[in-house]
């Protein structure tokens, strides 16, 4: 039997901090299998993805992702993630992709811009949001359990749903009017837009600044300019698809302007921030970590979910 898992069925059993637990294993560990990520355009305005093999050592099943996306529509992500059983292939699950993409993309972001924000003394003043969408408040809400949050600066093309956004997360904060008046007042930024023009440059940089960029995750998708990146220390989650679809090869760079993987600084090999320069977390998506929250999801949901019989 297969069990079905609705968004509410997801978020019914989800628990941030064991998602953050698998997040950080999966990032210290090197998959035994190099990871895909298909994409190709549709005709009008769609794309289609496929991620595969989600795969972390130590849990007995894998995943398999695919995905519709039309930046039109709403939600922009639909499809499905199957979880299969890793000794027979069984299919065990079959998971809504928008929510299981919106959390272990936010939620990797939350681990890697607190891994890679430095030793400062207590919680930053200000985290900064650009694009006031899902994936930002996710971001927020994982940065919420690993540390204290005070206040927040927000950045959205609508000034209205930045407003929303800011009013839902029962944070002191304020709305501003460009993404440069949120790089000038926060320490940490997470951008997270459909834009294909920078939005931050070089000029725009202070030491001690660390900016996640979710949105060029795609070909033609870029946040941050090249001048900007080749004065940072970048890290990313996969070298090779920063610079094929990510944050690096949209401008023009190649995987020389790729300082480490997050996975190099969690198991020592390379270094995160040093002293006062700016970092940058530049991630495309790994298939594995639709599998970190994928598996706790269906652990906790497995015998309270719908199921179905498709060999029946």
Known sequence: MTVLLTRSDILRVLDVPAVLDALRHGFRQASPIEPLRIR????????ATALLPGLIPGIPAYTVKVNAKFPGSTPALRGVVCLHDLTDGTLLALLDSSTITAWRTGLAAALATHLLSGNRPATPDVVGVIGAGV??????????????????????????????????????GVVVGSAR?????????????????????????????????LGADEPGKVELSAELLSAARVIVDDRALAVQMGALGNVGLTVDAAHATLTDVLTGAAEGRQADEVTVYAPVGLPWQDLAIAWPVFQAAQHAGRTIDFLS
């Open 40 to 47: 190709t355009d549709l005709p009008g305005p769609g794309t």
């Open 181 to 213: 008046e949120v790089a000038a007042a926060a320490d940490l930024v997470v951008l997270a837009t459909w834009s294909r023009e920078p939005l931050l440059t070089a000029a725009d940089l202070r030491p001690g600044l660390h900016l996640t960029t």
């Open 135 to 172: 994936q930002a408040e996710v971001a927020l809400a994982g940065l919420g359990v690993l540390r204290e949050v005070r206040w927040v600066v927000v950045h959205d093309l609508d000034p209205g749903r930045a407003a929303d956004f800011l009013s839902r997360q029962g944070i002191p």
